[in-house]
């Protein structure tokens, strides 16, 4: 079965703190996205990576940085917490399109809370 | 711009009664289109998409959408809902060969007694 986890559904941090989102994914595949979802405004691609150490800018990177060293691991990184970052964090992959026409597999996510 | 457009934020129904939520797209050729349900605290879940051919999809859990092109919508049914459907709803898009998903912005269930 097909899945996808994150390291963490709860989390909690302070201003200032240098904070790490950990996604993994079994089923081998080439895309990998991080989402923000904030009421009202649904899903918002952070970052999406299409290869180990790829990666491209999503709707709204600033504030953030990812790391891909391996295909089944995507990681999303805080560099310096803000208030305005407490959201939910969606981690999705999916196949090279063409393959499988984009359908996206989706992680249970990650509440974040900075304080 | 590519654009996926759901207007309804909020809606009730009763439990048993017929359901659909809206979903208007804009995109210059024909998107793949999908329906996305969230239950309360959890990730996304795929039921349905559609790429081409019948334009009446069926998904998991009774859901069906139907694709109109002349009205750029791809709508979301169930004929009697239950309890158990009460979740957030998001339609999505893209382009063959973008890898990437443009989301609406959602439509949350809630049912009654």
């Known amino acids: 079965d097909v899945k996808v986890t994150q390291s963490s559904r709860y989390l909690v941090k302070r201003t200032g703190e240098k904070v790490f989102l950990e996604c993994v994914q079994d089923?081998?595949?080439?895309?990998m996205f991080w989402y923000r979802q904030d009421p009202g405004l649904g899903l918002r691609l952070i970052y999406f990576?299409?290869?180990?150490?790829?990666?491209e800018k999503g709707d709204i990177p600033e504030g953030y940085s990812v790391s891909r060293e391996k295909k089944e691991r995507f990681s999303l990184i805080l560099e310096s917490a803000s208030t305005n970052q407490t959201s939910m964090y969606l981690c999705?992959?999916?196949?090279?399109?063409?393959?499988?026409?984009?359908?996206?597999?989706f992680g249970p996510g990650t509440r974040l809370t900075v304080l | 711009a590519q654009s996926v457009t759901q207007p309804d934020i909020h809606i009730t129904v009763s439990e048993g009664a017929s359901l659909e939520l809206r979903c208007n797209y804009s995109?210059?050729?024909?998107?793949?289109l999908f329906w996305y349900v969230q239950s309360p605290g959890q990730g996304l879940q795929l039921l349905l998409k559609?790429?081409?051919?019948?334009?009446l999809v069926q998904g998991i859990k009774g859901f069906e959408a139907e694709f109109k092109r002349s009205q750029s919508s791809f709508n979301l049914r169930k004929p009697s809902v239950h309890w158990s459907d009460a979740a957030e709803y998001f339609c999505?898009?893209?382009?063959?060969?973008?890898?990437?998903?443009?989301f609406g912005t959602g439509t949350r269930l809630t049912i009654i007694p």
């Open positions: 089923m081998d595949h080439e895309n």
């Open positions: 559609y790429f081409s051919g019948d334009t």
């Open positions: 999505a898009g893209a382009n063959f060969g973008n890898e990437k998903l443009t």
């Open positions: 990576s299409y290869d180990v150490k790829m990666k």
């Open positions: 995109y210059g050729a024909t998107p793949y």
């Open positions: 999705a992959s999916s196949p090279l399109s063409g393959s499988s026409y984009n359908e996206q597999f």
